[in-house]
């Protein structure tokens, strides 16, 4: 398939540029049936049934941007991608010349960083000081906001570019369809009998690249760590023996779930490069809950294999008609898997039916 396929026109005006007012606030397109239902996030509710189980990424996104100088005096921006052990990191790093291995870097006022090397587009580095790199990154660093997003990271973004679940640190970016979330949310799910489930995916900066290849088949997935717990495995097991579905909030819990699904679904971690496109089998998750992503990205690519191509990019179009609002701080679309060579009508909830074939 070609890589143009999934790319749509997108007004600048509905990148959102910050959070809603509240958790939950968002607006909620429903696609299930062939039909799209324009509806409201707190409706998700009514859209659940007893015996599902949810499951969230708890992914906490780390201060993973700083500023700094070379030892030879030129300013450089360091992206921290993946934090290895408690010293040392792979990192992108912006400088006018890139910095060489055994070379010092001097970060945030206060950090000697030393160049260990590169492995592909990332330069290994180390942190001297002796302290975490976790607590020194939390002192010292920024959010990395999107880039989509314009504004420096400020106190709302503090807050609100975090799920209220994370727990685990590591991420470079948040896992955003859990944003929409609070915790009386929550709570109103557990309370009508839907299981709540966790894996964590340490979210990289790759998942804001766009496929730069003419071909999808031509490009090269970067790669997460994730782990699935077996409390997790347990839930999923006693919901399929239940007939309940298996709700994934995001495509990077979707990511996780699908990575570890091998005979049957295991517990444990790994890392995973899982490019899924359409025509993928899916093993373990029937419903999807997702923002509305960058044109030509391999999240866009994801939602097609999982609600069908031609359908999903219909729901984009009717989401910019509609002008809901896209990417990391947008609205939330809920997605019940269609199954392959099915035969339905496309429709919305005030427009006119039309047959599609997936």
């Known amino acids: ?175 955003t369809a859990g944003l929409h979330f609070d915790e009386a949310m929550l709570q109103a799910l557990r309370d009508q009998g839907v299981r709540i489930a966790y894996v964590t995916l340490h979210v990289g900066a790759g998942t804001f690249q766009p496929v730069r290849a003419d071909h999808i088949h031509e490009h090269a997935m970067h790669s997460e760590r994730y782990e699935i717990p077996q409390a997790t495995v347990d839930a999923i097991a006693q919901t399929r023996a239940e007939h309940g579905r298996v709700i994934a909030v995001g495509t990077t819990s979707l990511r996780a779930l699908e990575s570890a699904q091998t005979d049957v679904l295991r517990a444990g971690s790994g890392e995973t490069q899982i490019f899924i496109t359409p025509g993928y089998r899916f093993k373990v998750v029937d419903v999807l809950l997702t923002n509305f992503h960058l044109p030509r990205s391999t999240l866009l690519m994801l939602v097609c294999a999982f609600g069908g191509m031609r359908n999903m990019l219909a729901a984009y179009r009717h989401a910019v008609e509609k002008e809901y609002r896209f990417f990391s701080y947008g609205d939330a679309m809920l997605i019940e898997r269609r199954r392959a060579g099915s035969t339905r009508r496309q429709k919305t909830m005030s427009g006119k039916a039309r047959p599609t074939t997936e």
């Open 1 to 175: 398939m070609r890589t143009d396929e999934f790319d749509f026109v997108l007004p600048e005006q509905l990148i959102a540029q910050h959070p809603p007012a509240r958790r939950g606030a968002s607006r909620l397109l429903y696609a299930h049936d062939g039909v799209l239902e324009d509806r409201r996030f707190t409706e998700l509710l009514q859209l659940v049934r007893t015996g599902d189980v949810l499951v969230l990424n708890d992914t906490r996104v780390i201060k993973a941007r700083l500023f700094g100088d070379k030892a030879s005096g030129g300013k450089i921006e360091v992206l921290v991608e993946r934090v290895l052990n408690a010293h040392e990191v792979l990192a992108q790093v912006r400088a006018s010349h890139a910095p060489q291995a055994g070379s010092f870097l001097h970060l945030a006022g206060a950090l000697p960083v030393e160049v260990l090397g590169r492995e592909g587009e990332f330069f290994h580095l180390r942190f001297v000081s002796g302290e975490d790199v976790l607590d020194l990154l939390d002192r010292y660093g920024q959010l990395p906001l999107p880039p989509y997003i314009t504004h420096a990271a400020d106190d709302e973004d503090e807050q609100r570019y975090q799920t209220v679940f994370a727990s685990v640190a590591g991420a470079v970016a948040a896992p």
